[in-house]
Each structure stands twice: as structure tokens, then as C-alpha cells.
């Protein structure tokens, strides 16, 4: 079936470049396909541009704010517009990294215990023993991520001319640092229910795997299937994603970030968040782990739009 297929990109977030260049991949996958694309670069006129371009569906290919936390979900369901991935009340509870951990905790979801600290007190001293990472609570892409450890250049306590996230949020984030590997699980919803797409392992060249890391060709290597990683604490991986993508109600594809002490086995597996609108880029992992099993990009973008059409026939 040819659809009208709005693909919405861009917006005014942290990640605008990264959202252009999933929103350019999936709208080119979508011609081919052969349907028909209209692209949408979202300003405050986004209602306006949508109701005229009345699409059958709406490629939600934003990340961050306001594209993944809630905001255009309601203004899509107010629009009675069917759309890809999470809906209104899932995205406001898993960019939040503290409410998705209450959502996702108490079911036996691994995560590292964190603490919300008012930024002006790192200046004071430190909210947990060293080492820890302090994040945005709501923020994706690693943005505004600082790992602060015993010897590192922020000063102890932090001072304030030195650069890091306490310059831009009012409020953070603090968790144990977990050493050991980044690993990486995609869920893609299917006739079956979810299923696993595979884990794959970053290992970032030089310091560890921040935005440059992730968006940068050359900085990163991708090692999908992962290697060497015990049966059980695959398996253990690969069912907290499933489960994680289930309790908060994601739709289409989500991808769960994981941290794994590989010394401690199993016991040292901790979910770090869930992403409801993970990259379509060349460098993306959803894309990467749907080619490792024989899926194409133009088939993962069908599979999507078809989830989302199933939705809104179903309301």
C-alpha cells in the first residue's frame, strides 16, 4: 500500500543534527519504498504544517525535546494522527531517567541507584563517593554526561569555572560509576510481540562514549554480534530490554543502554535507560543490529510505520 508518509525531524534540541540525519535516512527509505514523503523540519508552526500536509502517518524522527518527551505525542493525539514509536505517557516517564527508574525498578529491572542533586552543591562538595557520573534527567545522546572521578581535572569539590553540566542544568543526576563495558539492546515491536534484536558493544577509541563518540565516524567501534559475553549474562540482557520495553509501554522500537562489570558476571549487568526514539543514522545502532540479522533499513522503517498504523486501527 502507497502511504503519505510525514516524516518529522530536526526541531530546536541538543540533538537537532542527529534528528536531520535520521530524518534525511528514513525519508530517502520511504521513496523508495515508494511512498510518498513529506518532510518536516518542526518549528512552532508544526500543527499548522501537518494539518495541511494530512499524512497518513507521521515518522516521528526527533530526539530529545520536545520530540521525545511527551509534547508532540499529545499534539499528534490531539491531531488524531497516527504515529511511530512511544505514545504521550511513556515518553514522559522514560526520558526521565529518575521516573523511569521507578517505573522499571521495583519489577526487578537492575539500575544503578542515583540521587537528584541541585547543582550549586557540587561546588560544595561531592553528593556521593567518587567515582560517579552526573547527567541531565532528561536529556538523551550523552549530552551533558560528566564522569567525576578521584583525579579528574574538575577539582574536588568541582569549581565553578570548570566546564561540565552544572553550568547549563539547575539540577542532575548523580550514580555510581560502573566500570567495565557499554553495551547496547534494540527492541523492535513485531506481529509476535517485541523482540530482541541483538547486543551490540561500544568501545570508544579515546575516553569514553559521549555524544562525539556516538555521532563521529571513526570514534567508536561497533562490535555487533557481541563478543564474549556469557550465555547467562546475555540472556539476562536480552530479557530486561524485552521487559523494560514492555512495563513502560514502548511502541515501534526503543533501545535499552546497558553498563556490565564483566568481574562481578551477571550481578554486574546494570540498565542505564531505555531511548524511545533511538537514532536512524548511518552510525545508529537500531539499523546496525536489524542488518547483523538479515533485516534491511528500508524494511526496519516499514516495520515501524506498519506498528503504527496497527495502533491507530486498533484505537
Not at 275 to 297: C, D, F, H, K, W
Request: proline residues 5%.
Amino acid at each position: 500500500m502507497i502511504l503519505h508518509v510525514a516524516v518529522l525531524m530536526g526541531g530546536w534540541s541538543a540533538e537537532r543534527a542527529v534528528s536531520l540525519v535520521s530524518g534525511e535516512g528514513v525519508a530517502k527509505a520511504c521513496e523508495s519504498l515508494g511512498h510518498r514523503v513529506t518532510r518536516i523540519d518542526m518549528d512552532r508552526d508544526v500543527a499548522a504544517r501537518l494539518a495541511e500536509a494530512a499524512p497518513d502517518v507521521v515518522f516521528n524522527a526527533l530526539h530529545g525535546t520536545p520530540g521525545e518527551d511527551g509534547t508532540v505525542q499529545g499534539l499528534l493525539d490531539i491531531m488524531g494522527l497516527a504515529y511511530t514509536h512511544s505514545g504521550l505517557a511513556t515518553s514522559v516517564i522514560a526520558i526521565d531517567k529518575e521516573l523511569s527508574k521507578q517505573a522499571l525498578v521495583p519489577h526487578g529491572i537492575r539500575m544503578p541507584v542515583g540521587t537528584i542533586v541541585k547543582s550549586e552543591s557540587l561546588y560544595e562538595g561531592d553528593p556521593i563517593a567518587r567515582p560517579y557520573v552526573l547527567k541531565p534527567v532528561n536529556e538523551g545522546s550523552s549530552v551533558g554526561v560528566a564522569i567525576v572521578t578521584r583525579e579528574g581535572n574538575y577539582g574536588n569539590p568541582i569549581a565553578r569555572d570548570a566546564a561540565g553540566p552544572w553550568q547549563t542544568f539547575g539540577t542532575l543526576l548523580a550514580e555510581p560509576y560502573i566500570k567495565g563495558r557499554e553495551l547496547t539492546v534494540s527492541v523492535l515491536d513485531t506481529a509476535e510481540g517485541p523482540r530482541a534484536l541483538g547486543i551490540t558493544e561500544l568501545i570508544p577509541k579515546n575516553g569514553w562514549y559521549d555524544y562525539d563518540a556516538k555521532y563521529t565516524d571513526g570514534l567508536t567501534t561497533h562490535v555487533c554480534p557481541a563478543e564474549n559475553i556469557p550465555a547467562d549474562v546475555a540472556a539476562s540482557m536480552l530479557a530486561m530490554s524485552i521487559e523494560s520495553h514492555r512495563l513502560l509501554g514502548c511502541r515501534g522500537v526503543s533501545r535499552s543502554d546497558f553498563r556490565w562489570d564483566d568481574e562481578l558476571g551477571e550481578a554486574g549487568l546494570y540498565l542505564l535507560e531505555v531511548n524511545t526514539q533511538p537514532g536512524m543514522t548511518p552510525l545508529s545502532l537500531v539499523p546496525e543490529q536489524a542488518r547483523a540479522i538479515g533485516m534491511s533499513y528500508e524494511t526496519l522503517v516499514q516495520a515501524i510505520i506498519d506498528e503504527a498504523l496497527a495502533r491507530k486501527a486498533a484505537r
